[in-house]
Nanobody, 125 residues
Framework: QLHLVESGGGLAQPGGSLRLSCAAA????????IGWFRQAPGKEREGVSC????????TYAEAVKGRFTISRDNAKKMVSLQMNSLEPEDTAIYYCAAGPYFFCSGLVAHVYGSWGQGTQVTVSS
């Protein structure tokens, strides 16, 4: 069983930065890909980024490519999402979740499990 907890959300100005963290508890963390997803009010949950179990391959949604960077530290059981050049459209609740395999299963939410409780990111001037 894997338990994930997000942190690091908050208020940022357009063009600003935030760093989200996803802390894991459980023995399977290092064998599973981890994804970040977000859900804005009135919208469906969408995939943001994913990283393979070993951290060697990353995937990004087009909307965040070049602005967000995902990384992981298996020794610390942590996945981070560095978000730069934030835009108001990035406002959402951000969730991390575990994929069923060591590789990323796309950015399709229903494939992932062990969802955290989410952390709110608000980008506004």
């Amino acid at each position: 069983q894997l338990h994930l907890v997000e942190s690091g959300g908050g208020l940022a100005q357009p063009g600003g930065s935030l760093r989200l963290s996803c802390a894991a508890a459980g023995s399977t963390f290092s064998t599973r890909a981890i994804g970040w997803f977000r859900q804005a009010p009135g919208k469906e949950r969408e995939g943001v980024s994913c990283i393979t179990s070993g951290g060697g391959i990353t995937t990004y949604a087009e909307a965040v490519k070049g602005r967000f960077t995902i990384s992981r530290d298996n020794a610390k059981k942590m996945v981070s999402l560095q978000m730069n050049s934030l835009e108001p459209e990035d406002t959402a609740i951000y969730y991390c979740a575990a994929g069923p395999y060591f590789f990323c299963s796309g950015l399709v939410a229903h494939v992932y499990g062990s969802w955290g409780q989410g952390t709110q990111v608000t980008v506004s001037s």
